[in-house]
């Protein structure tokens, strides 16, 4: 009746719903720090942002068939403390800066100026001033960057040891119509 | 010996693979999407995910948000690709276009997309979207694809037992 095939079920099957029961206990237990640390609602300061247009000719800064193309960054401050977003399940934030804008009419856009990986609680609260911005922006439909209004956010996502990956973004949006200026 | 317990053990062998099949099938139409949990099999999104680290996904989503981790499979290659989402561009409705990258890359995706695209068709080319993670589990999997006397003992070790082991 009890053969080593059923012991070995045995076994395996109580440790696959213990193992359950452990992810579940870590997952609720972060969950409730973020909740207790006001995660969701964590403010932070985009300030400062100039932008910096240049064409690019390049099929990997949107060109296509030879069309020169926009592209536009920028340099920014910013001011955030992001400590609450770190507990016994969080093995990484990664932040990044994000800007909302309509195309045109009919499409809306998201797009990412700059990011980072945070790893260590110490390294958690973000204070630069004139910072460029990581990457360089294209449109995806041919319409000029200027005049258009760009809304900032700050978002950010918990990578953690196991379990449920957490979105959010902070409080503190800046809005900035890109202005009609020479190139650089 | 007599035939109709050999009989009956072969069908309970049939009836695992069969439940197991199911399993994977049903999981496959709850979270819409071809292959519901990956393995990790590259570094280019570490930190966050190592080599052998499971994934679990989910596709019922029409539109992915920046920042999401999205599993791709590229026409004409098989290796499906786990990366962010840089940028996203819709029409308010269910077509979306989208730039990746790898953490742990420099550049965004653009070389890796075919015949010169410069963006991904979430409809089409978009597997997944990570929502769960459990570490290392998946080297298991790694391991036996990877080492063929691995795929033979595991499938004796399966068979044996399964004939071997009355009840």
Request: proline share 2%.
């Amino acid at each position: 009746m009890f053969s080593f095939v059923q012991r070995f079920q045995n076994v395996s099957n109580q440790a696959f719903s213990l193992g359950i029961v452990i992810v579940v206990f870590i997952m609720a237990s972060s969950y409730y720090q973020l909740i207790n640390n006001k995660a969701f609602s964590i403010p932070s300061n985009i300030d400062n942002v100039k932008t910096l247009i240049n064409v690019r000719t390049s099929r990997y800064f949107g060109s296509q068939r030879g069309k020169a193309k926009e592209n536009i960054k920028i340099k920014f401050d910013l001011n955030t403390d992001l400590t609450p977003l770190f507990n016994w399940n969080t093995k990484q934030i990664f932040v990044y800066l994000t800007a909302e804008y309509n195309s045109s009419d009919k499409i809306a856009s998201e797009v990412t100026f700059w990011d980072k990986i945070i790893e260590k609680k110490e390294n958690a609260v973000i204070n630069v001033n004139d910072l460029r911005s990581k990457y360089s922006i294209w449109d995806i439909e041919d319409g000029k960057f200027e005049n258009k209004d760009l809304v900032f956010k700050l978002h950010w996502n918990i990578q953690p040891w196991v379990g449920l990956l957490t979105y959010g973004e902070t409080i503190g949006n800046y809005s900035l119509t890109v202005e009609n200026k020479e190139k650089v | 010996m007599n035939l109709r317990s050999e009989l009956q053990k072969l069908l309970n062998v049939c009836f695992l693979f069969a439940s197991a099949y199911m399993f994977w099938q049903g999981l496959a139409i709850a979270t819409n999407s071809a292959s519901p949990i990956v393995v990790v099999l590259s570094g280019s999104m570490e930190p966050a995910f190592q080599r052998g680290d499971i994934l679990f996904l989910w596709n019922r989503n029409t539109l992915n948000q920046v920042g999401d981790v999205v599993v791709y499979e590229v026409e004409g290659k098989q290796i499906p690709i786990v990366h962010r989402v840089m940028r996203q561009h819709n029409n308010h409705a269910d077509k979306q276009f989208l730039l990746t990258k790898g953490d742990n890359n420099a550049g965004n995706d653009i070389s890796l997309y075919a015949n010169k695209k410069i963006y991904l068709n979430k409809s089409k080319e978009i597997v997944g979207t990570v929502k769960g993670y459990f570490p290392q589990l998946g080297y298991i999997t790694i391991w036996i694809s990877e080492n063929q006397y691995a795929k033979f003992a595991l499938l004796g070790i399966l068979g044996l037992s399964a004939l071997l082991g009355g009840e």
